[in-house]
């Protein structure tokens, strides 16, 4: 019976049985190409891989029989998750024929298919794999690179990648692929090998046997093998070796097995990077044959490679596998647009390697692979290798590449070689396992011999390489291992399913509803046996186990209570299934802890092996327990406990730590059916034969026995405890006491268990495991389970200390006496005492409490790994309150001692992993300091509130103090700790890829519904409007704005119909009245831009809606359609192709560049209709302008050039530019010279390509290479600017526009160099423009095109002078840029206006105004902002006979020609305005704005003047508007109520002499106004400066088609100087925009010093680079800080993603929205008494001034007075003003901890105090209050804190201190007297004198000095002798009466 009975005991019960079917199977019928596999049923295959996946899917029928195995398989892994949390699923790949089905799913979670891919060919192999996709090849860098994840599906002729994001790869395989394995690193394949390899002619030497691909689209490469050899020296070779086969690989640690056929052994190989000098080795030509005939011989495996192979080779050929369909080579298939390989495939060698001998004699150094060092491998083939066996080397294509390899195996074991070795004795799984202690084992199965051989290896201490141990066979059929438990499973020949760990046996497994093949399979044959049979047969177990049986077959209960029962029930039972016969076949597809199992019939079944324990302490004890016990008796331990947990029918989750105490102290020797109170333990019934509870006897009347039973139970100690027992006086049963007397004869140690002599090990780390639990509030329970284990073994290891320690902390389950175990003398020498045991207990209370009084501490003692809590809490102590900054950044503290049995180099890595304290956060205070180390240890908000409230306290306060003042850069993890939202959620969206961020949810409008979706888009519905009515929320300006930049709807054609006129004339007055309207609304989009500038995100499936330019006219009354096509006025042609282009343009640049777009769309908007391709190109412009054009495809760009549509080239040309500005682009740059006769080669062709595009094309090489100083580009770009006229009429109409583009294009090459501009000197750069400026004679044409210039033009007479009227303006501004900052002085003055009467007359007065602005802006620091210096840059001759216009008769003068000083005089002062303009670009600078203000008005009264005439009417409107933009340049993007007025007005003048180009300057200085809605400004970098220069070039057009001295579509180029600047507060809370205060530094200047400035944001801020930090100021709002002196990246990053910075209410304030002026926040309230303000504050008030969900319920349900309140008013009074003080001091966090002590202080009043802690905790949160370190704090920040400002403390420390007294005075001196003497004790004061003892740190009485007690006579005496004692004098006082024998204790 034993046998049978030791069967049952170690049996190991398997968890959820079910039928299991891969899910792909049932999906694959359904999947629309099933219909080729409906012909069958599927068989499962047993192999895991198909090796022969050619054969056509459907033969005839013996075919489908023939391979009916082989056309199925799958695999199985571990559900990953994408986000890194842990999932607990499986996923399952499926392969047939053509279909690879990837579903995911367990029985939890449904299974549902992920993917499903279907391929050409039968799929031979699918496998997961993840490719690294890094630049960087080193090995380091391995950890921080992504991975792209991907499924790989193997073909006969190539692998198709899939990865999850949706990319999809195909490589062509350049050979036949026997295998794919993925590794760490990528793919490695292993080519098939035909026997008939080796040709029989010449010797060669063989092709490589292994490649490994690394990416999708890297070549496929040979592998590299390094072996040693016998003299030491190991070679290097690629691996040839046909017959060694891989039969494992994994990739962490990355290895590989392989198994070498002929010699029948298994090799284990490291897999890694090829080092540099391997890859040199391999790749070099052989030096032996010095001839040079072996040339190229290295490159001929690359030329094989990469050969096109015809074919048509001879059967004998090694090369009959390489099929042509495969020959491409891979990088011709791949596009090359992605490879990183090195280079693009070589034609050349793919031409000329046409023979496939070529690439046979392939490296020539290679010798054979030795594959053991003691065994030269016998010669296979009789072939000399000798290096220069052939000289085919001489005609291989010379240029092929070599492929360089990339992995390289590298030998690290083979096995023992035995004399006899079985021919197929290859491994058919192998698999890597870990034991319960974590040593690992690689096992492989070698099924021929039915052995599982387990080897075992360890890292060597340096990490770097893998020692392997020695060989153990285990006799298996099948295995698999079990990762979860770290066990694995064995299929021995019996049939028995065996559970190993390492290779130490655990039991057997038990399936409920299998039938244990013990009974079954005694005989083959199935017959009815009799119970006898099945119970003798022989169990090999005690053979196996050797020396460990004694260990596995010892029961834990000595013995089997009716034994007799429950055998016969078992085997009954069993008995149902013995004529089925089924038995398990093979086990597969081990995921977790489930495994697959395979029976004979077919079928299969997963099971699910039970864990090593569920209860989260029962876990933490094992841990702690196989942490120091030696590794062997941990094995021994788990596996007995492991036997005893999943016996079947094993104990549920509650019974558990009962069944884990009884294990336990059986292994220790105890007999737990004697100890009083495991006797009684209820396992809830559990009918487990291993541990029988004792079973009541079924009789009806009861027994005394039940009555015990009772009182000894939990039940009992519960209700004892419980708070009705104390209210009803029930005092504890004497009976039990008496009871337990009894017992405590006879009960001794048995000394020869297990764990006998690690007892005070296993209690120390238990002890430790114990205060690990204080400082988890949620394991309450444990803590008392475990409190009863470790009073039991302290008593019987005889620790008084220990015993004293429980009894403080847990009054009411320590009993001072108790049962002891008696251990018998002799044996306690056996005990093992280790070194780090103390008889002091360690407590991690009174280590907090020492340090915060200052006292000293000797380490205290952590297990790694499992007392994190406790190691976490000692060091921020150790940080805060002793302030050692050390502490948390050396590895080892001192504040630690680190418990281990040797030193496990494991650990201490992991250690400092987890432990780097990253430098890189700016840490300024200790609690930052602290905040940011316990973030990179992991810690969280969820930990801080399980910790106790008073050891959470410190770090609460550090808390407090940052969350203060926090730096603006910490990572989102510290943010969340310090519960700043605001800041964690910006630190969130910085993360985020940019357009993925939820704030362009925060900031995008709808579009408003109702009236404006009917009508027609304005192009202005996007803008949003929550913002905008933040920044302008007194008036409706923008609404007007809006109207007047809307061309979409008819204009108003208002004329009276005189009486003289005609019904025909008057239909041409409204007409020619419309007309005139028009060229108003057609300059209207350029504004319109620039006001909805980036504020939209297309969506990508929809085009981008243009609005459309509206032309007619609607006159009143009638509102009939006035329209231009009536054919009664002569109408421009073409009058509207450049309106539309802007309308375009304005379109196009509503999208933001953070939206994702990409060329397929940019390409659908293309218009079905040729009159919308002026719409188009220029949004084609737009897209360039903001970032996207970059995207559109080559081709596309090529395409739209090809069309020849003149507006189109433009467009793309000067958009293409200013997409890759200042990159110097090459492919740009051919781009554009196609475009500019200048940089073509002179002998090229002349294309016909008009002049716009001309000039678009210079100004974009001028934005291509802006600020480079590109001297090629130079010289050209100066010789334009003066290029002559040519013979047959070309270049000469507008030639103006461009001499000024190319003057533009050489400033803005030359952008700001000055003087410095390098290896121009011989140019003469400023003398030529000054040349072009002033005129003279032309100089001779110098380089290649002065061919071109030899005869002059026949129509332009010019002579050999300069044409200043058109080089000039180029000229002069190609000198400002080029000095633009610079002050120099030289060239500035030759700008200087002329001062006599006769220079004048020889300047063109527009002139004047270009050279005073470039004059201005070379001498920028001199540009000041008032009339003052505007008037200083008129010469004196103006200024003395300049008159003033609003005079009515003119002086008359003889010499003097009024007209031209009056001319100059406003050109000059519209100059300096503009200069003006310039310099404040963007800064909103009041005296800017005043001064611009002022002369904008003069010139409005000269123009209504009477003599305005004398200068002008179009002069005097060019400066007004020149006035203008200079205007809406400083105040940009503010929407100033005063410049909107001046342009409201110019917009209403359409007659006179308002053409369209004053409509447009007008227009634009309304649009930069409202620059993006109010989110953008200018910037006035250099860069911007220039663009601004391009786009507002004073010279307007005259009508809609003029061209002529300015390329109308460079007005757009502003985009590139405007700047997102808009600091938008978003409330964190609510996620919507709100106004906050703002503090912005200005650094100090040459003009100002350092100052501050308040705005309310939102707001535009100044220029960054001015500013030196940013604040969000309180009171109401959290303060925020953003410090521009370490970089401005943080605000830029911030600023372009709408500039939206989160910020976060403070509790009892207000916005400024619902209170503006800050007369309600609950501060306000605030009254000269504080009580009563507490009393006055309402709780329904609560909700206005907090958000936190939990504040508002406790405010509903516990501060809420209700009828009848009586006694419990006062609860509700504390309750409020405890709420009302955590609100307004904004700790929230602080009211559990309130509510906390007030509750323990009631209960110590009620003395009901049963555990201690609550009052530990109070006490350590007075102590912080009077630590130095805190009293330091507060001297420096007297205002702040947690319960600063609270009279709580003083109430709660009195409150205690009455408390006790009196309890002392009731008779408690007695009980304390008795307890320092050592009397027994009354069982009433028990939990009393704890309290009194932990409150008063009264020390144990074997502290007290040794002279004893009654000894000293006067307080004096004992104030000394308990100096050392380090107790508190207050608790002295009150021990001082029972000390001097005086009754009466002096209370003070």
Sequence with gaps: MSNFYEERATMIAARDLQEFVPFGRDHCKHHPNALNLQLRQLQPASELWSSDGAAGLVGSLQEVTIHEKQKESWQLRKGVSEIGEDVDYDEELYVAGNMVIWSKGSKSQALAVYKAFTVDSPVQQALWCDFIISQDKSEKAYSSNEVEKCICILQSSCINMHSIEGKDYIASLPFQVANVWPTKYGLLFERSTSSHEVPPGSPREPLPTMFSMLHPLDEITPLVCKSGSIFGSSRVQYVVDHAMKIVFLNADPSIVMTYDAVQNVHSVWTLRRVKSEEENVVLKFSEQGGTPQNVGTSSSLTAHLRSLSKGDSPVTSPFQNYSSIHSQSRSTSSPSLHSRSPSISNMAALSRAHSPALGVHSFSGVQRFNISSHNQSPKRHSISHSPNSNSNGSFLAPETEPIVPELCIDHLWTETMTNIREKNSQASKVFITSDLCGQKFLCFLVESQLQLRCVKFQESNDKTQLIFGSVTNIPAKDAAPVEKIDTMLVLEGSGNLVLYTGVVRVGKVFIPGLPAPSLTMSNTMPRPSTPLDGVSTPKPLSKLLGSLDEVVLLSPVPELRDSSKLHDSLYNEDCTFQQLGTYIHSIRDPVHNRVTLELSNGSMVRITIPEIATSELVQTCLQAIKCILPKEIAVQMLVKWYNVHSAPGGPSYHSEWNLFVTCLMNMMGYNTDRLAWTKNFDFEGSLSPVIAPKKARPSETGSDDDWEYLLNSDYHQNVESHLLNRSLCLSPSEASQMKDEDFSQNLSLDSSTLLFTHIPAIFFVLHLVYEELKLNTLMGEGICSLVDLLVQLARDLKLGPYVDHYYRDYPTLVRTTGQVCTIDPGQTGFMHHPSFFTSEPPSIYQWVSSCLKGEGMPPYPYLPGICERSKLVVLSIALYILGDESSV????????????????????????????????????????????????????????????????????????????????????????????????????????????????????????????????????????????????????????????????????????????????????????????????????????????????????????????????????????????????????????????????????????????????????????????????????????????????????????????????????????????????????????????????????????????????????????????????????????????????????????????????????????????????????????????????????????????????????????????????????????????????????????????????????????????????????????????????????????????????????????????????????????????????????????????????????????????????????????????????????????????????????????????????????????????????????????????????????????????????????????????????????????????????????????????????????????????????????????????????????????????????????????????????????????????????????????????????????????????????????????????????????????????????????????????????????????????????????????????????????????????????????????????????????????????????????????????????????????????????????????????????????
């Excluded at 027609?1016 to 929550?1026: A, I, L, R, T």
């Excluded at 501004?1373 to 610079?1382: D, G, S």
């Excluded at 006082?1933 to 029972?1938: E, Q």
């Design 889 to 1948: 950044s050396d590895e080892s503290s001192q504040y630690l001692t680190r418990i281990t049995i040797a030193p496990q180099k494991l650990q201490v890595e992991q250690e400092e992993n987890r432990f780097s304290f990253r430098h890189s956060t700016s840490v300024s205070s200790l609690a930052e300091r602290l905040v940011v180390w316990m973030t990179d240890v992991g810690f969280t908000l969820r930990d801080l509130e399980t910790l106790p409230f008073g050891i959470a306290l410190p770090i609460r306060d550090a808390i407090y103090h940052c969350r203060e003042q926090p730096a603006s850069d910490w990572p989102e993890a510290v943010c969340l700790l310090i519960g700043r939202q605001d800041l964690s959620k910006q630190a969130c969206e910085g993360n985020l890829p940019k357009g993925k961020s939820s704030v362009t949810q925060v900031l995008s409008s709808d579009v408003p519904s109702g009236t404006e979706t009917e009508e027609e888009d304005d192009g202005m519905n996007d803008m949003n409007h929550e913002v905008m009515s933040l920044i302008w929320s007194e008036d409706l300006r923008v609404q007007d704005v809006r109207r007047l930049l809307q061309s979409t709807h008819p204009v108003r054609v208002n004329v009276v119909q005189y009486p003289e006129l005609s019904d025909h004339e008057f239909i041409e007055e409204k007409e020619n009245r419309l007309l005139q309207l028009c060229q108003r609304t057609m300059a209207l989009p350029v504004g319109r831009g620039m006001f909805t500038l980036f504020s939209y995100h297309p969506v990508p499936t929809e085009p981008l809606p243009i609005p459309k330019l509206n032309l007619t006219g609607r006159a009143p009354p009638r509102n009939t359609t006035v329209d231009l096509n009536s054919g009664n006025i002569d109408v421009p042609p073409n009058m509207t192709s450049w309106a539309s282009f802007h309308n375009g343009v304005a379109a196009g640049l509503k999208i933001a560049p953070a939206s994702q777009i990409d060329s397929a769309w940019i390409v659908y908007n293309k218009p079905k209709h040729a009159e919308l391709a002026n719409e188009y190109a220029g949004f084609l412009m737009a897209l360039g302008l903001n970032g996207h054009l970059t995207k559109l495809a080559t081709l596309n760009i090529h395409d739209y050039l090809t069309k020849g549509h003149e507006m189109t080239s433009i467009g793309l040309l000067l958009g293409v530019s200013a997409a890759k500005l200042g990159t110097m682009d090459m492919s740009i740059t051919r781009l554009l010279s196609i475009h500019i006769p200048a940089l073509l080669p002179p002998t090229s062709t002349e294309l016909d390509v008009p002049h716009n595009v001309q000039v678009a094309a210079v100004v974009g090489i001028g934005l291509v290479y802006q600020g480079t100083a590109h001297r090629h580009t130079a010289e050209v770009l100066l010789a334009e600017i003066g290029r002559p006229p040519g013979p047959e009429m070309e270049y000469c109409t507008d030639r103006e526009s461009y001499s000024l583009a190319a003057g533009l294009a050489l400033g803005m090459v030359c952008l700001g160099h000055g003087s410095n501009l390098i290896g121009m000197s011989d140019l003469n750069v400023p003398e030529q423009l000054y040349q072009y400026m002033v005129g003279g004679h032309r100089r001779f044409q110098t380089g290649m095109h002065r061919e071109k210039h030899k005869s002059p033009s026949y129509q332009i007479k010019e002579g050999d002078t300069i044409n200043v009227d058109v080089t000039c303006p180029g000229a002069t501004l190609a000198l400002a840029m080029i000095y633009l900052k610079t002050n120099n002085r030289s060239i500035a003055d030759w700008l200087r206006a002329p001062d006599t009467m006769y220079l004048l007359d020889f300047v063109k007065p527009e002139f004047l105004l270009l050279r005073t602005l470039a004059r201005c802006l070379i001498l920028w620091d001199d540009i000041l902002p008032n009339s003052k210096w505007v008037d200083s840059n008129v010469p004196q001759i103006i200024r003395e006979n300049s008159i003033s216009l609003s005079e009515i008769e003119l002086p008359c003068s003889e010499d003097l020609n009024l007209e031209t000083l009056s001319q100059a005089h406003v050109y000059i002062i519209a100059g300096a305005c503009l200069s003006l303009g310039f310099r404040f670009a963007g800064s909103e600078n009041l005296s800017a704005f005043n001064c611009l203000h002022k002369f904008a008005k003069d010139f409005m009264t000269y123009l209504s003047a009477p003599n305005a005439s004398v200068t002008g009417p179009y002069n005097l409107e060019t400066c007004l508007s020149v006035v203008l933009l200079s205007l809406a340049m400083v105040m940009a993007g503010s929407g100033n109520l005063k410049v909107l007025q001046l342009c409201r007005f110019l917009h209403m003048k359409t007659g006179g002499e308002m053409n369209y180009g004053f409509h447009l300057a007008h227009h634009m200085a309304l649009g930069l106004l409202f620059l993006g809605g109010g989110r953008y400004s200018l910037s006035t970098s250099n860069s911007s400066i220039a663009a601004l220069l391009c786009a507002l070039y004073p010279h307007f057009p005259a009508h809609s088609t003029d061209n002529r001295y300015h390329l109308q579509a460079l007005r757009h180029l502003y985009v590139l100087a405007a700047e997102p600047r808009l600091l938008v507060p978003v409330d964190v809370d609510t996620n919507t925009p709100c106004y906050a205060l703002l503090e912005v530094t200005y650094k100090g200047t040459q003009w100002y010093e350092q100052t501050k400035e308040e705005l309310m944001a939102p707001t535009l801020l100044p220029e960054l680079h001015l500013l030196k930090q940013i604040k969000v100021k309180g009171p109401r709002y959290w303060e925020l800080l953003i410090d521009l002196s370490k970089g401005t990246q943080h605000l830029k990053s911030i600023l372009s993603k709408d500039g939206v910075l989160y910020v976060k209410l403070r509790a009892g304030q207000l916005s400024y929205k619902e209170d503006p002026m800050g007369w309600q926040s609950l501060l306000a309230q605030t009254v000269a008494n504080r009580n009563s303000e507490a009393r006055a504050f309402k709780p329904e008030t609560i909700s206005a001034f907090t958000s936190d969900p939990a504040l508002l319920s406790f405010a509903d349900y516990f501060c809420k007075p209700t009828v009848n309140m009586g006694q419990k008013q006062e609860i509700l009074d504390l309750f409020s003003s405890v709420l009302y003080e955590c609100v307004t001091q904004e700790t929230p966090e602080m009211l559990p901890a309130y509510i906390a002590m007030d509750q323990a202080i009631r209960r110590l009043g009620r003395r009901e105090m049963s555990e201690t802690s609550e009052l530990w905790q109070i006490k350590l949160v007075l102590e912080f209050f009077s630590s130095r370190s805190h009293q330091e704090r507060l001297q420096n920040h007297p205002k702040r804190g947690l319960f600063m400002n609270s009279e709580f403390l003083p109430v709660v420390k009195c409150t205690i201190d009455n408390t006790l007294d009196q309890w002392l005075q009731a008779g408690g001196d007695m009980c304390v007297h008795a307890y320092l003497s050592g009397q027994p004790l009354e069982e009433s004061q028990l939990s009393m004198l704890a309290c009194f003892l932990v409150y008063h740190s009264v020390p144990a009485p074997r502290h007290l000095p040794p002279i004893g007690l009654e000894g000293s006579t006067s307080f004096a005496e004992l104030l000394f002798k308990f100096k050392q004692l380090k107790m508190p004098v207050r608790a002295l006082l009150r021990l001082a009466p029972l000390l001097l024998g005086n009754p009466q204790p002096m209370v003070m």
